[in-house]
């Protein structure tokens, strides 16, 4: 099983994480952590009209969190809230009723799939979902 949740598809993702360049004057950010597994992220935001122009992140968590994060740099530019809440909503069904995975930007996070029964690891895939839409939300 653990063979299968950290694939080489997590861990290429979690070895080419983006956006780790930090955003001069940010006009969003947010901070979160994982109570279950302790995975960490902050991120920072420049938004153009409702839409993200600018990311940068700071991520400390397992490899699944980094395959998350990873797949977030590379696809939350051009996206609305709406559209991150979507992703996530996605992601979220992908990991507890075997939905499909997401698809277009995000389809690297099919990748994902196989930690459905690894529970305790799902915060840390959601997490750079959260951080983002709290960025937004407190913009």
Request: charged residues 20%; glycine residues 8%; negative net charge.
């Amino acid at each position: 099983m653990i063979d299968d949740i950290y694939n080489k598809d997590v861990l290429r993702l979690a070895a080419n994480i983006g956006g780790l360049d930090a955003l001069e004057n940010p006009d969003a950010m947010a901070s979160l952590r994982s109570p279950l597994c302790g995975s960490s992220i902050e991120v920072s935001l420049s938004i153009d009209g409702a839409k993200i122009s600018g990311y940068s992140q700071t991520i400390k968590a397992c490899a699944l969190g980094q395959a998350s994060a990873s797949v977030m740099a590379e696809a939350v530019l051009g996206k609305t809230e709406e559209d991150i809440q979507a992703a996530r909503d996605q992601v979220k069904a992908m990991l507890t009723e075997g939905a499909a995975p997401p698809g277009g930007d995000w389809a690297a996070l099919a990748a994902l799939a196989p930690a459905k029964d690894a529970k305790p690891r799902h915060g840390a895939i959601l997490l750079p979902f959260d951080a983002v839409l709290k960025a937004m939300a407190e913009k």
